[in-house]
Nanobody, 125 residues
Framework: QLQFVESGGGLVQPGGSLRLSCAPS????????IGWFRQAPGKEREAVSW????????NYADSVKGRFTISRDNAKNMVYLQMNNLKPEDTAVYYC??????????????????WGQGTQVTVSS
């Protein structure tokens, strides 16, 4: 089954940092844009960040700009999300997925495929 495997989540205090990793299972991601999403209990899944296939194009949700950094290493077949200065409102399950729209609709979950199980991020004192 083609999907992503997310890792790196955990419990962190406000102001702390985590680095999430996104690894594809069964395929290479070098030719595809990848997005990170998150979903908090009772809320809709929301776009967090997006990176183009080459890494030259990047965007972030306003809520995470200046705190989160997306990157990719195509040689290692990995995408990362560095999260700094975490806030309680960042608490959610974080997912990565493959953008099938080629960057045309990067904020819509329906544009994406190969969702994994996600990794839980909890920011609490």
């Amino acid at each position: 089954q083609l999907q992503f495997v997310e890792s790196g989540g955990g419990l962190v205090q406000p102001g702390g940092s985590l680095r999430l990793s996104c690894a594809p299972s069964g395929f290479t991601l070098a030719n595809y844009a990848i997005g990170w999403f998150r979903q908090a209990p009772g809320k809709e899944r929301e776009a967090v960040s997006w990176i183009s296939s080459s890494g030259g194009g990047i965007n972030y949700a306003d809520s995470v700009k200046g705190r989160f950094t997306i990157s990719r290493d195509n040689a290692k077949n990995m995408v990362y999300l560095q999260m700094n200065n975490l806030k309680p409102e960042d608490t959610a399950v974080y997912y990565c997925a493959l953008d099938r729209s080629g960057g045309l609709r990067p904020h819509r979950p329906s544009s994406y495929a190969y969702w994994g199980q996600g990794t839980q991020v909890t920011v609490s004192s």
